[in-house]
């Protein structure tokens, strides 16, 4: 990519800042792209991954930061969106030197980005990025860290099925509603309690045996295997393993009336899938808004962590899902769209908010 190409992508989407950082004695390679720090300073994690190109590596940075800003917005958090990457393979260039050294980079830019955890980032590595900066969330609970997100994200999807629920069905019960859930790892097991709790009845489906046993026997969960999640004849229809795996065959074949789940990025093509589902009258809860607890669990984090705050916000996003889903019926656009178009709309606002000292 040449230098004119990459500042038109900076153009494209508006980014702030994007800063490259290199260190030859630990082999560090990273990108840290700001994308908005119009509601406060952007956050978002530390991805590590060994991309094709360089250019893979800065497209998918300014994608994801992008992601961040309008999960943060909609999520009614002060917060802006920003991300990283580290480029190379995670079990080959990972040192505690070479995280210190990110953390370096990350303490130059002064607390206008903070990082957290990501793919094939862990909470060790955050310790070690902590050792060079304070602007960074996702420790553990011994440092004063907020653990482990997954049961407030649980919480937050468990919310946003529920206002599903309500606007497509007119009730927001779950007792007796038939949930099929694909992924029962971290988000999706503590979502199963939720529901198994209310009186779902659950249908499960993992590439993990011993897990789909474990729920099959706690949770009274029919297991199915594979691509037989979609087409299961259910109610509602929970994605909590994979991205884009909302599709033209996997939505022909889906027999849910309401998708509600906590994978990031279900749509395969937004512009196209986000209008499918609409058109044959399916409830889809836009992705980024109700699996938003982990975002909430590290803003409090950032602010002075209380768990029981971050299930409270967490719980507002039953409202904003059912505003948004109103929004998307009464516009005739699709909800992910509506969802947009409500984050870029407080953003609008609070930019004029800060207009004056
Ligand atoms: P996880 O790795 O704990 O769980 C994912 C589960 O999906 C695993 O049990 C895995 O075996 C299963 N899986 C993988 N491939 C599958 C397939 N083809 N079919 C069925 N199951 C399959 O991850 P998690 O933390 O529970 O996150 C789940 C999803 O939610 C991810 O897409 C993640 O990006 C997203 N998310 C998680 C959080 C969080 O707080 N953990 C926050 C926001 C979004």
């Not at 290199?22 to 406060?40: E, Q, S």
């Not at 094709?52 to 999520?75: F, P, Q």
């Not at 793919?119 to 011994?142: A, Q």
């Amino acid at each position: 990519m040449s230098k004119s190409e990459i500042f038109a992508e900076l153009v494209t989407y508006d980014h702030e800042q994007v800063v490259f950082c290199n260190d030859n004695a630990t082999g560090l390679k990273a990108i840290i792209a700001i994308h908005n720090t119009v509601l406060g300073p952007g956050l978002g994690g530390t991805r590590v991954w060994n991309y094709a190109s360089e250019t893979d590596a800065l497209n998918d940075v300014l994608r994801l930061s992008r992601g961040m800003t309008y999960k943060a917005a909609i999520s009614g958090l002060n917060l802006g969106g920003a991300k990283a990457v580290i480029i190379g393979d995670a079990n080959q260039i990972k040192t505690e030197a070479l995280m210190r050294k990110f953390g370096r980079f990350v303490e130059n830019l002064n607390g206008k980005y903070i990082t957290a955890e990501d793919v094939n980032t862990t909470t060790r590595d955050m310790e070690y990025v902590h050792m060079e900066t304070s602007h960074v969330v996702g420790l553990p609970e011994s440092m004063g860290g907020g653990g482990d997100p997954s049961p407030v994200t649980a919480y937050g999807v468990y919310m946003g099925m529920k206002a599903s629920a309500k606007h497509a069905w007119g009730s927001d019960s779950l007792a007796g509603k038939k949930v099929a859930v694909q992924g029962v790892g971290k988000v999706g097991g503590h979502l199963l309690d939720f529901l198994h709790k209310e009186g779902a009845q659950l249908v499960i489906s993992d590439i993990n045996e011993a897990t789909l046993k474990q729920y099959a026997s706690t949770h009274g969960a029919t297991v199915v295997s594979g691509d037989e999640i979609y087409s299961q004849p259910v109610d509602i229809f929970a994605p909590c393993a994979l991205g884009a795996i909302l599709n033209e065959k996997n939505i022909a074949a889906l027999k849910a009336g309401v998708i509600a789940g906590a994978a990031n990025n279900q749509l395969a093509d937004e512009n196209v899938h986000g209008p499918m589902l609409l058109e044959k009258g399916i409830t889809y809860a836009p992705d980024f808004l109700i699996n938003a607890g982990g975002l909430i669990n590290v803003y409090q984090e950032h602010i002075g962590y209380n768990r029981e705050t971050a299930y409270r916000q967490a719980e507002h996003i039953f409202d904003v899902t059912l505003e948004i889903l109103k929004t998307s019926v009464d516009q005739k656009i699709h909800s992910q769209k509506a969802a947009t178009l409500l984050a870029e709309k407080r953003i609008k606002a609070i930019a004029s908010v800060q207009s004056t000292y």
